[in-house]
């Protein structure tokens, strides 16, 4: 049974870091490339960040460049979104995405809600 399961998403004032875990189960996941997406009330689900299967290459939205880090441990079958100086407009919903030739598997999401 093929599982994602995001955590670490939480409320933080603006400035403030965290980190989000999406922890793998069921499938190769050494194999499948790997993403983070965000979607925010009201609006469509966007990319944030995503990186390759042996994390050759990393790819990040222009909104999130130099403030957020996607990392990946093979050995373990977690995906990791460290977040710094995070802002308001960061606010969503955000959802681990794992993606091969075969298909491809969501969670069911974790909530980030940056407030002062």
């Known amino acids: 049974q093929v599982q994602l399961v995001e955590s670490g998403g939480g409320l933080v004032q603006p400035g403030g870091s965290l980190r989000l875990s999406c922890a793998a189960s069921g499938f190769t996941f050494s194999r499948y490339t790997m993403s983070w997406y965000r979607q925010a009330p009201g609006k469509e689900r966007e990319l944030v960040a995503r990186?390759?299967?042996?994390?050759?290459?990393?790819n990040y939205a222009d909104s999130v460049k130099g403030r957020f880090t996607i990392s990946r441990d093979n050995a373990k079958n977690i995906m990791y979104l460290q977040m710094n100086s995070l802002k308001p407009e960061d606010t969503a919903v955000y959802y681990c995405?794992?993606?091969?030739?075969?298909?491809?598997?969501w969670g069911q999401g974790t909530q980030v809600t940056v407030s002062s």
């Open positions: 995405n794992a993606w091969f030739i075969l298909g491809d598997y």
């Open positions: 990186i390759t299967s042996t994390s050759g290459s990393r």
